[in-house]
């Protein structure tokens, strides 16, 4: 065994943070996540690679920046692309917090008066908001129905959003186009297509088992998709909604931010809601 005898080598970065998943990696195996015996894994800060990772935007588009800081400031988590939306918000934040420090500057609008105010956001107080979540991947819809739901891995979740900004810059870029009325209410119908091809895609890759109201369980992924095609519009959107609300459970919930004396004697609400965007352009800056 080579000794490292880089006099350097104290000097390299140590784990600033550890968090616990959401998930408590329920929904890993061992080629995608290493557990530990506490449950909480260590969080490394970013180096100068990592944050100059963020700053290139192809790679920032397709989701590999995020998957290559992850993996370097998370060694247990060996295959970020397997990482589930319950987690993702968590692992971000920690990461935040190993390199920046346990607070962050946000600006935000008053709502009414259009004024900018800023505010100070408490990061490890986000974290304890979803660390005690206990994760549940199953409902039940008014009819008896019963859904289990897939997590979204962080690929899937990459993929739709790469899709869905294609067909958004390809409907700006017709807008924009000398092309006919007609030419251009084509391209518009392909590209609607496309994207409600691919929201109707991902709630059939989410159902994973539906017991039926008659004791009944499907877990075939072709009758299921069947299913949702004949199934009626009413039903099928109780099941999209109480999805997506699950799928929500672990996210960090938006910061409830106070209008001054004078914003409200403007008209500003006494207090309005601010989403935290986990946008690598101002998050890991």
């Known amino acids: 065994m080579v000794e490292n005898t880089n006099p350097l080598n104290k000097y390299y970065r140590q784990p600033a943070i550890y968090i616990t998943l959401p998930s408590k990696g329920k929904y890993y195996t061992a080629e995608s996540f290493r557990p530990t015996e506490t449950g909480d894994i260590p969080v490394l800060p970013m180096t100068a690679k ?6 290139t935007p192809d790679a920032m588009i397709i989701g590999q920046a995020t998957v290559d800081v992850i993996m370097s400031c998370c060694p247990n988590i060996l295959d970020p692309w397997k990482l589930s939306n319950y987690d993702l918000d968590t692992v971000l934040l920690g990461i935040r917090i190993a390199t920046y420090g346990e607070t962050m500057d946000i600006n935000a609008t008053v709502p009414k008066v259009n004024e900018q105010i800023s505010h100070t956001v408490n990061l490890p107080a ?17 009819d008896g129905f019963e859904v289990f739901i897939a997590p979204l891995t962080y690929k899937q979740i990459t993929e739709a959003q790469t899709k869905t900004f294609e067909q958004q810059k390809m409907i700006a870029a017709v807008g924009q186009s000398q092309m006919t009325d007609e030419q251009k209410s084509q391209k518009f119908s392909e590209a609607y297509k496309t994207l409600t091809d691919l929201n109707y895609t991902m709630l059939n890759d989410s159902f994973e088992k539906i ?7 499907v877990v075939d992924k072709q009758q299921i998709k069947d299913f949702i095609a004949n199934a009626n519009t009413t039903l099928i959107t109780e099941m999209q909604e109480k999805m997506i609300a699950l799928r929500a459970q672990a996210q960090v919930k ?3 931010l106070k209008a001054t004396e004078e914003q409200i004697k403007k008209g500003a609400p006494v207090s309005f809601e601010v989403p935290l965007t986990f946008d690598n352009s101002n998050f890991f800056v």
């Open 126 to 142: 986000l974290l304890e908001t979803v660390k005690n979540i206990e994760v549940k991947d199953s409902f039940k819809t008014k």
């Open 211 to 217: 017991i039926t109201p008659d004791n009944q369980t």
């Open 50 to 55: 990592d944050e100059m990772a963020f700053k």
């Open 254 to 256: 938006p910061i409830r």
